[in-house]
């Protein structure tokens, strides 16, 4: 039999573990282990119940006579609000790396807030790329889409071209579609980042 006691430490926490759900589902981001979820989910109550406090609000549930219980509704929507805006904010805050680079200007750290070399390439320069293949041949487009891992190694790119040498130039050579995707199946040695120009 579920106690009051209980139905309470549930309500307490489970707006943390959704917004740890949200966040996880909102970014990229290395594998965690359960407790560093469970931490996180903890870290979520806090701020979320620190927030909820200073808006000086009932309680969700609350004590009734003889083992009843009442449900506060506006409660249970403004602690639902904040579930889902905050990991929003803070997916928002890490996606385009804005207190990591705060940092850096403060010569604080050098790190960015995503999980690899390969998220800030591709989210930081949006630009045409030429993939180099390892056996030799090249091909251009725009990244409409990329893997977020490294060692997946796909792409979408639109408007693609392969990329030949005619007396010595580069020649972009037009494959006449919308796009084309790029599997790990295609070995790559290395991407170019194009200028803009």
Known sequence: MVT???LQILIFLIPGFISAAILNALIVRNEKKEFAHIV???????IIYTIYSLMDMR???IPGEDQSIEIEGVSFLVLLVLSVALPTVFAYALH???????ARKLKITKKTSRDSVWNDAFNEYTTWITIHFKDGSRITGYPRFFSDKMDQSCFYLQRPAWVTQKKGKDINVPLNVEGILITPQMPIEYIYFLKDE
């Open 4 to 6: 009051l006691q209980t």
């Open 40 to 46: 996180e989910a903890l870290m979520f109550t806090m």
């Open 96 to 102: 385009n790396d804005v207190i990591m680079q705060a």
């Open 59 to 61: 309680i969700p549930v």
